[in-house]
């Protein structure tokens, strides 16, 4: 079971670093989301699985009586699905509002913090998506 | 007392910032409860650093759950030491975020989200936990994501975009390496993991996860080649945001990367070594290339940032007490320096109006004393005697020649040559030369006389310039206090045994 599921985490981080690597920045964000999913279940893994034997100890007895399943990888896992999902809710925001103020979702286009280099052929967005431009602010207008 | 001193802080700076969202409507009185709040916060770190200086280690479990099955707060010379900086670097930014920051951005959240950060960053500094450890980097990212979009300014969403999506990516990987760690160990808290880890059999799945956990904090940390998010995000959020940046943020991820590879990987520590030393030596030497390279002071000044970030890792690669020490004390140094210097710079663009070296000009004739304290700092940055940056790195050179790394000195020589070179640059053209006609006749007549500061704001913010400054002087003159506290915390680091036995009681002795 315990590599079944490593090989699924492997073919999830393998999605997201390619979404990651595109130039769109949804492809992006899709990426971290599956990444960070895939952080989860590997922590899951990590922790064994054991079926059929929940975590819970018997009246009057403190230690419970044979192998049952972990439930610390459980709980590390709620916190991290819980951190990632208010960070992924940040993230999409920001996105959102990058693509309101830069008109594009190319990150290779967004280059308002930084001038591009000299030589630089800055593209027009991704693939098409451009909408209108913001002639006046835009870097590459200048040209 | 000494418990609720560990947690202090944490404790302190959250309850600073639910204050502040209970006044939400009243920014002038978030204000007042901000800074108390930090001023708190700096008097109880300071008690614990006493009873840390005097008792040695001391650590707790939360809910008194016996380690290793609970959380384990723990405060060694090292990690007060930070958290000490931090309060220290916090008090700094609260007063300068009064002369600096705009009524839009305070009453949009600034105050609680600088806490927040300021309880991310502490609980960091304070755990000993790789889990909980991972929890406080969160607390401190999300707050950072808010602080640096704070205003909505187009730059700042660019540069939000790149450093939210990196930081991102970095504590999945470090999450990562937390749950294969744990698959491999069956434990989580950092003295269990220094026991349990030497004795692992299979050395290279500790090695592999050792690796990961260096690129996790390496990108943290923003070393060579991973910390293109820095130079593109650090200089467009107000001044008071990127000084605390610049201060803290990086030096979490030297902390963790100093923690983790001082206690858990001690084994295969030949190979990381080698990586940080060379990673080191790149960063340093590309940093201060970029930053002579740059126009916009701040950005200047985060390339010079990313340039500290790697005398740090030489100083840790080199393996030894001595280069630890140096590694440490330059920290402290570059904490200090690094925030004042993004302070003045924020204040000299505001009284210019421009950000761009090409723009500023004459600040030396009009605003002598931010061009003294600019220059004053500047110096200490490029490790002119008697200021705080000359000592680490005579300790760094000599460490690095007393294990014949030749190639090492000579970098961090050449380093602190170019530094000379990019600060005198900033210096002569952003203060001393004469503005340009062009920028002048633009801003309209009167900008050179106050900018856009009135003479409050800039006392405000040049107040805690000036005691930035004169701790880098003072820490400067008698270094044998600070060396001292260097040491012994290079020695905690490398003899652990202390720190484990601190917090497993008598079992781990």
Known sequence: MESILAIAVGILVACAVFLILARDLIRIMLGLAILSNAANLLIFTSGRVTRDAPPIVPENVKVPEGVIANPLPQALILTAIVIGFSLLAFALVLSYRAFATMRTVDVDAMRLAEPPYPGQNVPSGAAGRQVERDTARLPEAAE | MTVWLLFWPVLLPILTASLCLVFWTRPDLQRVVSLVGTAVLAAGILALFREVWTSGIVSVQAGDWPAPFGITFVADTLSVTMAALT???????????????????????????????????????????????????????????????????????????????????????????????????????????????????????????????????AMKAAVFPLYFWLPASYHTPAAAISAVFAALLTKVGVYALIRVFSLVFTESQEFIYAVLLVAGIV????????????????????????????????GVGLGTALGLAGALYYTVHHIIVMSALFMVAGVAQRLAGAPGLNDLGGLYLKHPWVAVLFFFVAMSLAGVPPLSGFWPKVILVKASLATDAYVVAAAALVTGLLTLYSMAKVWSLAFWKPQP??????????????????????????????????????????????????ERAADELINHQPYVTSVLGGEGA
């Open chain 2, 437 to 486: 006609e062009h920028v002048v006749a633009a801003a309209g007549p009167g900008i050179m006389e106050t900018g856009e500061m009135s003479r409050g704001d800039t006392r405000m913010t040049l107040l805690p310039i000036a005691v930035l400054a004169l701790i880098t002087l003072l820490i400067g003159l008698f270094a044998q206090p600070l060396l001292t506290l260097s």
């Open chain 2, 87 to 217: 309060a220290l670097i916090g008090l700094g930014v609260a007063v300068y975020a009064m002369g600096d920051l705009g009524h839009a951005r305070e009453s949009h959240g600034f105050h609680p989200l600088f806490q927040g950060l300021l309880a991310g960053v502490g609980g960091a500094f304070m755990t000993g936990d790789i889990f909980n450890m991972y929890v406080w980097f969160e607390v401190m990212v999300i707050a950072s994501f808010g602080l640096i979009t704070l205003g909505g300014e187009r730059e700042q969403i660019d540069g939000g975009v790149k450093y939210v999506l990196l930081n991102l990516i970095a504590t999945a990987l470090m999450l990562m390496a937390i749950g294969l760690l744990y698959g491999a160990t069956g434990t989580l808290n950092l003295a269990d993991l220094a026991q349990v880890v030497p004795d692992h059999p299979d050395r290279g799945l500790l090695t592999a996860i050792a690796a990961l956990f260096l690129l996790a904090f």
């Open chain 2, 283 to 314: 960063t340093m030497l590309v940093g201060v290339l970029g930053a002579i390279a740059q126009d916009d002071v701040r950005r200047v000044l985060s390339f010079n940032l990313v340039s500290g970030i790697g005398f740090i890792l030489i």
